[in-house]
């Protein structure tokens, strides 16, 4: 019988609903249609109906026993709610894959990966309208991973070799990046030649350009360069045969809601199971990739430079340059002068600092008690507003007077510490009185539009623009540039703050055009000194060192385990008692399980991880274990 035609028989069909919420189980359904698995269906859960995906279908004899197992009425599905759209097998494979990997529900992976616009038109967005002639691969086309590590301007000249290598074949390509700016920046570097075959699908617009975007791109005759985000993964074109990661190491192809994953991980699987060629660059790639190229993981091909060229770049020594006043100077003389040069050459200065505010921490100058938010628990921030001063968390947004006690000991002795980019501002205005100075920060800039109103202001009028990392997302390149503070990071004990420093400094240096200075109270750190130099093979061998010693990531593999705040203290003991056998670190709102990465995925574990209730919170591979 012929798959998606109606017959007199029933069929058993089981299914994953798709929402964050989904339980880690599939449900299971009557169809008097054999549903092919990938397909997108309605399915009646409780009151409602809701979107999900059909995993397997069976003859209702085969599953007779199944039937009598399940002890309640099955409900039919309606030939109504059977949609034509379908997510390819091979990409139920690496869905499958990456939920395993990840501790979490294929349903919740779902509803990460598919946007609500799609389950909304799951015809426009996940039918089949390619033009595009399918391209049979044999074992031997199959490609292993290359890895291009060097400056942007060579990089992409390599990506610009590889579109055109793939047209020549007749074959399409996805360009994922990790933001919408990176979007349009790469397609502003890409579509010299080809512009007429380039097509560009974020979810910023409106629904029904959306959808134009869409299918132009599934019905162009014609190979296609599609640049998109990670949520145009599933374009259903049949003639992609490379996909390209660009910003590989960056932070945003992590996920800030439940389920926490990284988009790398599955878009590796996924390439894989569709045996797509994948590439993967950036300037700097995380230290995993790295350590995986060394292991031999990926291909021989790969073009991997460890000296990183850029301007000229000074490191120079904050802690000694004292005021008249005996205190210590936000901007150095040698930051100064470099300033005052732009000034006279009527250039812009790009000033970054790592946190916002005036003072990124607050403490005790009696007990050392950090400073909390009254509502989460959270450290906050000093903030100026109509020349008061506020406290402000970055974490749920609750305010607080700067007129206030410990909460520990009650005392008044409350010491701002670090430097934030408002503070940063300050000092810069009374150098320069008479320039335009701006700050690009998530608090000055809460919208992309807002964000690039500054940028544009900044490049029509020129002066001082002061900013966050925020700032790399939206400004190209700037004469000018100097790291005014980085120091606080060091002060957060994570085994990836070394990279992530590293990383930083060095996009500081590489979009900037005549010289750069970075200036620190931490001297001695010799992260800075190989930054400073573009040295990324002596960082890297240093970093494998120390991780390897303490068995971190990439050697071993974090699982953190959060517990809401309300029940931590009824749920954090069982919760060691029930995963004692993998000696889980107890810290103050949960526990971390270090595991080696060779015997992860653990069937046992991921088994014990499932039964949690949703009070706790599961990252797998996190980030940071703070």
Same mark, same amino acid.
């Given at each position: 019988m012929k798959e998606g035609k109606t017959t007199s028989q029933s069929f058993l069909v089981e299914v994953f609903p798709i929402n964050k919420t989904a339980t880690q189980g599939s449900l299971s359904y009557f169809s008097a249609t054999r549903l092919a698995p990938g397909t997108i269906i309605k399915v009646p859960i409780r009151k409602g109906f809701v979107t999900a995906v059909v995993w397997r279908s069976r003859d209702v004899k085969a599953a007779r026993s199944d039937i009598r197992r399940a002890g309640f009425l099955l $409900?039919?599905?309606?030939?109504?709610? @059977? !949609? +034509?759209?379908?997510?390819?097998?091979?990409?139920?494979?690496?869905?499958?894959? !990456?939920?395993?990997?990840?501790?979490?529900?294929?349903?919740? %992976?779902?509803? !990460?990966? %598919?946007?609500? @616009?799609f389950l909304d038109e799951p015809n426009t967005f996940l039918k089949n309208l390619s033009n595009g002639k399918k391209k049979k691969k044999s074992p031997e086309h199959f490609k292993e991973t290359l890895l291009l590590q060097m400056e942007t301007e060579e990089r992409f000249g390599q990506y610009r070799a590889l579109v055109r290598q793939s047209f020549a074949r007749g074959a399409s390509i996805i360009f994922i990046a990790p933001t919408h700016l990176d979007c349009l920046k790469a397609a502003k570097d890409l579509r010299g030649g080809i512009a007429e075959f380039v097509h560009i699908f974020t979810l910023t617009g409106k629904k029904s350009e959306l959808e134009k975007h869409w299918v132009e791109a599934l019905r162009e005759p014609h190979p296609i360069l599609f640049i998109t985000t990670p949520m145009g993964l599933f374009l259903p074109r049949t003639d992609i045969d490379r996909v390209i990661v660009e910003r590989e190491n960056s932070r945003a192809y992590r996920t800030l809601t439940r389920p926490f994953i990284h988009f790398k991980v599955f878009i590796e699987l996924w390439a894989r199971a569709l045996n797509h060629h994948l590439v993967l660059g950036d300037s700097i790639l995380s230290i995993e990739t790295l350590w995986r190229e060394k292991r031999g993981d990926f291909g021989e091909s790969s073009l991997i430079r460890w000296r990183l060229p850029a301007a000229t770049s000074s490191l120079v020594d904050a802690k000694s340059k004292q005021n008249q006043n005996g205190r210590f100077n936000i901007i150095t003389p040698e930051l100064k002068e470099l300033i005052s040069k732009a000034i006279s050459e009527n250039e812009r200065v790009y000033l970054f600092g790592a946190r916002k505010g005036l003072a990124p921490t607050t403490v005790c100058g009696d007990c050392g008690t950090l400073l909390p938010c009254l509502n989460c628990g959270a450290g906050v921030v000093l903030h100026r507003y109509n020349e008061t001063t506020i406290y402000i968390c970055h974490a749920c947004g609750a305010k607080r007077e700067s007129k206030t006690v410990c909460g520990y000991?009650?005392?008044?002795?409350?010491?701002?510490?670090? @430097?934030?980019?408002?503070? @940063?501002?300050r000092a810069a205005k009374e %150098?320069?009185? $008479?320039?335009?100075?701006?700050?690009?920060?998530k608090d000055h800039a809460p919208t992309d539009a807002k964000a690039k109103s500054i940028v544009e202001k900044f490049n029509e009028d020129g002066g001082i623009l002061v900013g966050t990392e925020l700032a790399f997302f939206h400004l190209e390149r700037v004469p000018y540039s100097g790291l005014v503070s980085v120091d606080a990071l060091f002060s957060i004990p994570d085994f990836g703050i070394n990279e992530r420093i590293f990383y930083l400094v060095s996009r500081l240096r590489e979009m900037t055009e005549k010289w750069s200075i970075i200036q620190t109270r931490n001297i001695k750190q010799q992260v800075l000194a190989w930054a400073n130099q573009g040295n990324i093979i002596d960082f890297y061998q240093n970093e494998m060192e120390e991780r390897e010693s303490l068995l971190?990531?990439?050697?071993?593999?974090?699982?953190?385990? !959060?517990?809401?705040?309300?029940?931590?203290?009824?749920?954090?003991?069982? +919760?060691?008692?029930? +995963?004692?056998?993998?000696?889980?670190?107890?810290?103050?709102?949960?526990?971390?399980?270090?595991?080696?990465?060779?015997?992860?995925?653990?069937?046992e574990l991921g088994a014990e991880l499932a039964l949690l209730g949703p009070q706790f919170s599961i990252k797998v591979d996190p980030e940071s274990i703070l």
């Open positions: $409900k039919k599905i309606r030939k109504t709610d @059977i !949609t +034509l759209a379908q997510i390819p097998p091979e990409s139920l494979s690496a869905i499958e894959k !990456t939920a395993r990997y990840y501790a979490t529900s294929i349903g919740a %992976l779902l509803s !990460t990966f %598919l946007p609500k @616009i000991c009650g005392s008044w002795k409350l010491v701002p510490l670090g @430097i934030g980019t408002e503070e @940063i501002a %150098l320069f009185p $008479k320039q335009n100075i701006q700050i690009l920060d971190y990531p990439p050697f071993s593999i974090f699982i953190k385990i !959060t517990v809401a705040k309300k029940s931590a203290g009824r749920e954090l003991q069982g +919760l060691k008692e029930r +995963l004692f056998k993998w000696h889980p670190d107890i810290f103050k709102d949960g526990v971390v399980i270090r595991i080696s990465r060779d015997a992860w995925p653990n069937d």
